[in-house]
């Protein structure tokens, strides 16, 4: 069983998040840390840049994974490179392709985690994915969107194989996150934070 962080989980108006978490926290085993509904901001040149990730999944051999996840029945469109999500709501277009998300949202956390002593000493692999709970990927959308990086409603009875084996494409060799990177990951995400009052003078 994972480490589900925050657990239990919070309010999510998503039923894909929710059905994730749920097969995450019952299937992977417990070296993985899954963080759900994770945000940061990033300071950057033009001033602070807010970043958000559906899931970060870590692993101390495995690295890390950062996952974007789609409910609902998606589809793309090559002509004007857009994907249409049709859910209970009805439709519209994604602001982004989920892909190109998933790649974004990856490289701003590891910018975040190469600013943390030791970086060279627990660099990890690092990748990221898609998820669509709800339906079937069958074919490439386009070479940016492969059907390797996808988990969809046929992997969700073997999430951990499948994670492991997504994870695994993005290995690169003598890397090894390790119990120091996982701990470094905790403290970047905020997930371990202490706000003291000062001590009253006597």
């Known amino acids: 069983m994972a ?9 999510t108006e998503s039923a894909a998040e929710r059905r994730l978490y749920e097969g ?4 992977l085993d417990e070296a993985f840390v899954v963080y ?8 950057d040149r033009d001033g602070p840049v807010q970043g958000e990730a559906d899931f970060v999944i870590a692993h ?3 690295g890390l994974l950062v996952l974007e996840a789609k409910g609902g029945s998606l589809s793309y469109d090559p002509a004007t490179r857009r994907w249409t999500q049709r859910g209970r709501e009805g439709a519209h277009q994604l602001d982004e392709d ?4 998933a790649a974004d949202e990856m490289r701003s956390l590891v910018e975040i985690l190469q600013a943390r002593p030791g970086w060279e000493r627990w ?3 690092y990748g990221y994915a898609v998820a669509f709970p709800d339906g079937m990927y069958e074919r490439d959308a386009h070479p940016g969107a492969p059907a390797a990086l996808v988990i969809d409603r046929d992997d969700l009875d073997r999430l951990e194989p499948r994670v492991v084996e ?6 690169h060799p003598g890397r090894r996150f390790g119990a120091e990177g996982m701990e470094a990951l905790e403290l970047a995400l905020g997930f371990r ?3 003291r009052t000062p001590l009253k003078l006597s």
Do not use: A
């Open 24 to 27: 995450f926290l019952e299937q």
């Open 3 to 11: 480490r589900m962080v925050p657990f239990p989980m919070l309010e």
């Open 60 to 62: 101390p051999e495995h």
């Open 36 to 43: 759900h509904s994770v945000d940061w901001v990033l300071q």
């Open 193 to 195: 934070v202490e706000v």
């Open 98 to 101: 989920p892909f190109h998300q």
């Open 123 to 125: 660099r990890p692999s």
């Open 166 to 171: 997504i994870m695994r494409s993005w290995r």
